[in-house]
T-cell receptor, first 116, second 110 residues
Framework: EPEVTQTPSHQVTQMGQEVILRCVPI?????FYWYRQILGQKVEFLVS????????KSEIFDDQFSVERPDGSNFTLKIRSTKLEDSAMYFC??????????????FGNGTRLTVT | SQQGEEDPQALSIQEGENATMNCSYK?????LQWYRQNSGRGLVHLIL?????REKHSGRLRVTLDTSKKSSSLLITASRAADTASYFC??????????FGQGTRLTINP
């Protein structure tokens, strides 16, 4: 069964550094998402992406965050200048192009980002 | 305030018993979905129920939706040790966004 893959599985970075989290969504999916989960807490929506542009973003997704689909297969999340509070699991998800949003999200296994 | 809130936050039962988790939400939805998360892993979709449906079954899973009360329940029958995980409800708002609740941590004791 096709799956969403994320790399790396664990990223350690120093505060103030830039990080890029990478995702390869399922190939025929058209909607892409980033979520994050601080340890033991809820899964928080960051951003949705469709037709090469952001369709919706949350308050968390400020100017330090950006997303890109550079080559038609990868979907990346960049954090320009990491803060300690950015430490979390970051999940990529994709969704098939059914109408009305009535299709499930397929999640990757996440990247654990640790900012020191 | 939270869009989706699960109840209880934690549930511990014996293998073979049924587990029921509840979810309440606040706004109108297109559909409601339940996901499972094993420790340290991604979320796995379990079942989707549309706003015009009241009940849905999938194997040992039964989901109900009451849009008048803005609530849903997930029943897992004949629980197994492998069902130990966190379970999240998620509400689809509009065509794009899926908002997750806090989750219920389910422990099945052998």
């Amino acid at each position: 069964e096709p799956e969403v893959t994320q790399t790396p599985s664990h990223q350690v970075t120093q505060m103030g550094q830039e990080v890029i989290l990478r995702c390869v969504p399922i190939s025929n999916h058209l909607y892409f998402y980033w979520y994050r989960q601080i340890l033991g807490q809820k899964v928080e929506f960051l951003v949705s992406f469709y037709n090469n542009e952001i369709s919706e973003k949350s308050e968390i997704f400020d100017d330090q965050f950006s997303v890109e689909r550079p080559d038609g297969s990868n979907f990346t999340l960049k954090i320009r200048s990491t803060k300690l509070e950015d430490s979390a699991m970051y999940f990529c998800a994709s969704r098939a192009p059914y109408t009305g949003g009535n299709s499930p999200l397929h999640f990757g296994n996440g990247t654990r980002l640790t900012v020191t | 305030s939270q869009q989706g809130e699960e109840d209880p936050q934690a549930l511990s039962i014996q293998e073979g018993e049924n587990a029921t988790m509840n979810c309440s939400y606040k706004t109108s939805i297109n559909n409601l979905q339940w996901y499972r998360q094993n420790s340290g892993r991604g979320l796995v979709h379990l079942i989707l129920i549309r706003s015009n449906e009241r009940e849905k079954h999938s194997g040992r899973l039964r989901v109900t939706l009451d849009t008048s009360k803005k609530s849903s329940s997930l029943l897992i029958t004949a629980s197994r040790a492998a069902d130990t995980a966190s379970y999240f409800c998620a509400t689809a708002i509009g065509a794009q966004k899926l908002v997750f609740g806090q989750g219920t941590r389910l422990t099945i004791n052998p």
